[in-house]
C-alpha cells in the first residue's frame, strides 16, 4: 500500500498543533491550564482569521467553545463532585476499617482483597479518593506490623487503574471517548458494555499485582518515616560570665554558625524583650528557642549558657521532651490548596500550627528544617515531613483538602455519608439501565448532595478541577479540527500503510499499544480524544467493527503504568511509598505488557476480529 498524499494546508497545520500540544503538555514547568487555554485560542484565532469549509458547512471558531459544553464534561466533573461528597461525609470509612482489621489477621490475603476492592470501587467512583483512603490504611499497617509499605502501595495505585477501565465512568477518558464516539454517530456505548473483557483482562493484571508485583519491588523505608529530626522548644539562660552576656543577639547568632531561631527574649518577671539583631542581652536572660536536640546543645555549648526544657535543666537524666507533640507526613494532592504556594507564602506555621521538618519529592530528599524548604514551590505528590500538637494533627485529618499518611486517628465520618452512598448507587444504577444519560443524572445527583447537605457550594466548587476541564475543551477542539480538516483520515491512512498486509487484530494491538505509549508522556484526556477519531477512521478503512477500535482507545489509553508521570495515582503513591523511576518500569512495564496482550485477545474475541 502507498503513503498517501499530504492533505490540505489546514489539515497540516492542525496536526502540527497536535504535535506542539503534546509537546507542551509533557513539560512540567507549564501549567496544563495554560497549554490548554491557548491550544483553544489558537484554534479558535486560525479558522476565524483562516475560514474552512467542512462537507458544506464552515468550520467557525465557536465550533471550538462547545466544549465548554459538552455533555462529556458535565458528566465528568458532575462525577468529579458526587465522589467528593462520598470522601467528604466519610461514607468509605466503614470500608477502610474492615481492610485494616484484615490486614492484621491475614497480610497474604488481606492484599487480595484490597486490590479487588480497589478496583471495584474505581469502576464507579474516581480512584483518587480510592488511593486517598486506602494509602493511610496500608501505611498504618505497616508501621504496625514494622514491614514496608512499598511492596503494598503500588499495586494497590495500580489496580484502581485497571478497575478504571471496566465502564464508561470508571474514568473521565472512558466517558470522553464513548462521548466523542456518539458524536461522530457510532451508536452510544452504555456503561456495562465492556465490563466483561475489561474484568476478564483486569483479572489478569490482578494476579499480577498480588503475585509477582511485591516481589519485584525492593523493600523501602518509608519516605521520612522517620521522626529523629524533631523540633524542641526550649529555654538558653544566658549565665554570668557566659560568651553571650553583653553581646548583641547577631553576634550571639554568629557565635554559633548563623543557624540560632530565637522566638523571643525573656527579661525578669513576665517581661519580654522582642529579639531583634543589636538586642544586647544580659546575664539571667532567657532565649525561646525551637530546634533539634544536637543543634540546641551546640547552642548551650557556644554560648555558654545553661539549656532549660519545661523549667528543668536538660541533660543525660532529664532529656528534651516535646509532650503532646506528634509527627506526621502530609501528601501535597492534586487541587490542594496549598499546592503551587512556597511555605514561605503561605506562612505555613501561622496557618496550620505545625513546623516542617523536611520535603521529599519523587524519591528525593528536596530539603531539612530551614535549608531552603520556604522557597520551594509545593507539587502534587510532595510529602511533607510535619511537627505540631496532636489537636491540630487530628484537625488536619478532617481537613478534606489534606492527605495525611500515618493516620492514627479515625477517617471523618459524619451521619451523612448513608445518604452519599445512596445518592451515588442511585447516580450510577438510574444511568445503567439507560433511564436517562449519566450526565444527567450525575447533575442531579450534585443537586442531591447539596440539598441533602452532604456538600456545601463551597465544597462543590473545591471538588472541581481546572486543569481537568481545560484538557477537556482543548482535546475535544483537536478532536473536532482533525476530524473536520481530514487530519484524522490522513493519520489513519498513514498507520494503515505502515501495517499493510498485517491481520486486522495485528493492528488492532498495534493501534492499542500506540495508544498506550502516548499516554504514558502525555494526559491519557489528550490521548484518548485524538485517537478516537482516528481508530474510527481505521476501523472503516478495515472493515472491521469501529466500536472495537474504540475500545482499544479506552484499553490503551489507561495504560498508564510504566511512568510515575502518567497518571497523578502513581504521582501519590510514588512520594508515599518512595519508589523510584525504576520500581515503576520493573513492575509497570510487564503490567502493560500482560494488560495489552489481555485486552487485545479480548477484544478480538468478542468483535470477531
Known amino acids: 500500500m502507498n503513503f498517501p498524499a499530504l492533505p490540505d494546508p489546514h489539515a497540516i497545520a492542525v496536526m502540527l498543533l497536535t504535535v506542539v500540544a503534546l509537546a507542551l503538555f509533557m513539560r512540567e514547568k507549564i501549567p496544563l491550564e495554560t497549554t490548554s487555554m491557548a491550544v483553544i485560542g489558537v484554534l479558535a484565532l486560525g479558522f476565524e482569521l483562516f475560514p474552512y469549509v467542512s462537507e458544506g458547512k464552515p468550520l467557525r471558531a465557536i465550533d471550538f467553545f462547545h466544549g465548554f459544553g459538552h455533555e462529556a464534561l458535565v458528566a465528568v466533573s458532575a462525577l468529579m463532585v458526587v465522589g467528593h461528597g462520598l470522601v467528604r461525609t466519610g461514607a468509605l470509612e466503614p470500608l477502610g476499617g474492615l481492610l485494616a482489621r484484615l490486614w492484621r489477621a491475614t497480610p497474604l490475603l488481606s492484599l487480595l482483597v484490597t486490590l479487588v476492592v480497589a478496583a471495584a470501587l474505581s469502576?464507579?467512583?474516581?480512584?483518587?479518593?480510592?488511593?486517598?483512603?486506602?494509602?493511610?490504611?496500608?501505611?498504618s499497617v505497616s508501621i504496625r506490623t514494622k514491614t514496608s509499605p512499598s511492596g503494598v502501595l503500588m499495586p494497590m495505585g495500580m489496580a484502581t487503574l485497571i478497575g478504571g477501565t471496566a465502564t464508561t465512568i470508571g474514568t473521565s477518558t472512558n466517558l470522553l471517548v464513548v462521548s466523542v464516539a456518539a458524536d461522530m454517530g457510532l451508536r452510544r456505548i452504555e456503561m456495562f458494555d465492556f465490563i466483561v473483557p475489561a474484568a476478564l483482562a483486569g483479572a489478569?493484571?490482578?494476579?499480577?499485582?498480588?503475585?509477582?508485583?511485591?516481589?519485584?519491588?525492593?523493600?523501602?523505608?518509608?519516605?521520612?518515616?522517620?521522626?529523629?529530626?524533631?523540633?524542641?522548644?526550649?529555654?538558653?539562660?544566658?549565665?554570668e560570665g557566659s560568651f553571650a552576656e553583653g553581646k548583641t543577639l547577631s553576634e550571639a547568632v554568629t557565635k554559633v554558625g548563623g543557624d540560632l531561631k530565637v522566638i523571643r527574649i525573656e527579661r525578669g518577671d513576665g517581661m519580654y524583650v522582642t529579639p531583634f539583631p543589636d538586642a544586647r542581652l544580659r546575664a539571667e536572660d532567657r532565649l525561646l528557642v525551637t530546634d533539634?536536640?544536637?543543634?540546641?546543645?551546640?547552642?548551650?555549648?557556644?554560648?555558654?549558657?545553661?539549656?532549660?526544657?519545661?523549667?528543668?535543666?536538660?541533660?543525660?537524666?532529664?532529656p528534651l521532651s516535646a509532650e503532646d507533640q506528634q509527627i506526621s507526613e502530609i501528601v501535597v494532592v492534586d487541587g490542594s490548596p496549598i499546592e503551587g504556594e512556597t511555605l514561605k507564602n503561605l506562612r505555613f506555621i501561622d496557618r496550620y500550627q505545625l513546623v516542617v521538618l523536611a520535603?521529599?519529592?519523587?524519591?528525593?530528599?528536596?530539603?531539612?528544617?530551614?535549608?531552603?524548604?520556604?522557597?520551594?514551590?509545593?507539587?502534587?505528590?510532595?510529602?511533607?515531613?510535619?511537627?505540631?500538637?496532636?489537636?491540630?494533627?487530628?484537625?488536619?485529618?478532617?481537613?478534606?483538602?489534606?492527605l495525611v499518611l500515618d493516620a492514627t486517628a479515625d477517617l471523618p465520618h459524619t451521619s451523612k455519608s448513608p445518604m452519599a452512598v445512596m445518592i451515588i448507587a442511585v447516580v450510577v444504577m438510574v444511568a445503567a439501565f439507560g433511564m436517562v444519560p449519566i450526565s444527567i443524572s450525575a447533575i442531579i445527583g450534585v443537586l442531591a448532595m447539596v440539598v441533602t447537605r452532604c456538600l456545601n457550594w463551597r465544597e462543590v466548587g473545591n471538588a472541581l478541577s481546572a486543569p481537568v476541564v481545560l484538557i477537556v475543551v482543548a482535546s475535544l477542539g483537536l478532536?473536532?479540527?482533525?476530524?473536520?480538516?481530514?487530519?484524522?483520515?490522513?493519520?489513519?491512512?498513514?498507520?494503515?500503510?505502515?501495517?499493510?498486509?498485517?491481520?486486522?487484530?495485528?493492528?488492532?494491538?498495534?493501534?492499542?499499544?500506540?495508544?498506550?505509549v502516548l499516554t504514558s508522556v502525555v494526559s491519557n484526556n489528550a490521548a484518548a480524544v485524538i485517537g478516537t477519531p482516528i481508530a474510527i477512521s481505521i476501523a472503516q478503512q478495515l472493515g472491521q467493527p469501529p466500536e472495537a477500535f474504540v475500545l482499544a482507545v479506552i484499553f490503551g489509553s489507561n495504560l498508564c503504568y510504566a511512568t510515575p508521570f502518567a497518571d497523578k495515582i502513581n504521582v501519590?503513591?510514588?512520594?508515599?511509598?518512595?519508589?523510584?523511576?525504576?520500581?515503576?518500569?520493573?513492575v509497570g512495564l510487564p503490567l502493560t505488557i500482560i494488560m495489552w496482550l489481555s485486552y487485545t485477545g479480548l477484544i478480538g474475541y468478542f468483535y470477531g476480529i
Open 123 to 139: 469502576a464507579f467512583v474516581n480512584n483518587t479518593p480510592i488511593v486517598v483512603l486506602l494509602m493511610p490504611v496500608l501505611i
Open 204 to 239: 489478569v493484571g490482578i494476579l499480577f499485582l498480588w503475585l509477582v508485583a511485591p516481589r519485584l519491588l525492593p523493600k523501602r523505608e518509608q519516605p521520612l518515616g522517620d521522626a529523629s529530626p524533631r523540633i524542641f522548644t526550649a529555654h538558653l539562660r544566658i549565665r
Open 292 to 318: 533539634r536536640p544536637h543543634n540546641l546543645k551546640h547552642f548551650e555549648q557556644a554560648l555558654g549558657a545553661t539549656l532549660y526544657s519545661g523549667g528543668i535543666r536538660v541533660d543525660e537524666d532529664h
Open 359 to 402: 520535603l521529599h519529592r519523587a524519591a528525593k530528599q528536596v530539603a531539612q528544617i530551614g535549608k531552603g524548604m520556604g522557597d520551594v514551590e509545593l507539587q502534587a505528590g510532595d510529602v511533607l515531613l510535619v511537627q505540631g500538637p496532636a489537636e491540630q494533627i487530628a484537625a488536619l485529618r478532617k481537613d478534606d483538602q489534606m
Open 479 to 516: 478532536g473536532i479540527a482533525l476530524l473536520s480538516t481530514g487530519a484524522a483520515e490522513f493519520i489513519a491512512q498513514v498507520f494503515l500503510a505502515v501495517t499493510f498486509g498485517a491481520p486486522p487484530i495485528v493492528v488492532l494491538g498495534g493501534f492499542t499499544l500506540l495508544l498506550g
Open 572 to 586: 501519590l503513591v510514588m512520594a508515599a511509598g518512595g519508589y523510584t523511576f525504576g520500581d515503576f518500569v520493573r
